[in-house]
């Protein structure tokens, strides 16, 4: 299963941007979409996750300025983030955990990872 996204760049504090992530391959249902990030020095940590059913977490440092959504009929993710600032600077990446097609194994799949910059 692969994971391609996009929407990265640099955008100045207090703006907005959208991410948005496309799964692929030999799926059979995919459980789990979320977003992680990893600033330089850090460990890479949690943004925001949905479920199938839709039912969303998020991590403390971004509640109430991001939004995730996903298109199950499309395996895609969506990262709305609002009210950017510098500590939001890191690279995200996405993630889909689920089953593939077939034998119907358990994948945990990312994708490349795409660069925020907050910085005016």
């Known amino acids: 299963v692969q994971l391609q996204a996009s929407g990265g760049g640099l955008v100045q504090p207090g703006g907005s941007l959208r991410l948005s992530c496309a799964a692929s391959g030999s799926i059979s249902r995919i459980s789990v979409m979320g977003w992680y990030r990893q600033a330089p020095g850090k460990q890479r940590e949690l943004v925001a996750e949905?479920?199938?059913?839709?039912?969303?977490s998020y991590s403390d440092s971004v509640k109430a300025r991001f939004t995730i959504s996903r298109d199950n009929a499309r395996n895609t993710v969506t990262l709305q983030m609002l009210s950017l600032n510098s500590e939001d600077t890191a690279v995200y990446y996405c993630n889909a955990r689920g089953i593939t097609r077939g034998l119907s194994r358990p994948f945990d799949s990312w994708g490349q990872g795409t660069q925020l910059t907050v910085s005016s």
């Open positions: 949905i479920t199938s059913g839709g039912t969303t």
